[in-house]
């Protein structure tokens, strides 16, 4: 408990899934801290849009570094994600993949590192079920 949680989850690469992000980042939040709480901000393509894309690097990349470990949902495809998922493992961050295995085929570059622990799930509280067990 009351750790810091990097949750990964795509911006510019789609917004299909934000407000599963929305609600995976509540429930973290109900026993640890997420420090990329902004992920789930359901208006975040909007607010995005004239950011420096420096800034935002550097800030993720701060994050990254603080942070206990990383959860990911990889559902909707994101170079984003995959930069951020390579960084943490630079920095032996332990990192959740999570993905709707009826949805998508992740990256070989993904399912096929060792590092990742890779969890497909079909229903949110099957989802909600296993990130509340990696973070017990």
């Known amino acids: 408990m009351n750790q810091k949680v990097y949750f990964a989850g795509s911006i510019r690469g789609g917004r299909a899934d934000a407000q599963l992000y929305h609600d995976i ?21 909007a607010k995005e849009q004239g950011k420096k894309d420096q ?3 550097e ?23 995959g930069y951020e998922l390579a960084y943490a ?26 590092y990742y622990t890779v969890i497909p799930y079909e229903t949110k509280e099957e989802l909600f079920g296993k990130i509340r067990e990696i973070l017990s």
């Open 59 to 81: 800030k993720d990349t701060a994050w990254l570094r603080e942070c206990d470990l990383l959860i990911a949902e990889c559902t909707c495809p994101s170079l984003g994600v």
């Open 89 to 114: 493992e630079r920095y032996n961050k332990p990192c959740y993949v999570f993905y709707r295995r009826s949805q998508v085929q992740l990256s070989a570059m993904i399912t096929g590192d060792p």
């Open 25 to 45: 980042i509540a429930m973290i939040n109900e026993t640890d801290q997420v420090l990329t709480e902004h992920v789930g901000d359901l208006d975040l393509a």
């Open 55 to 57: 800034l935002i690097y």
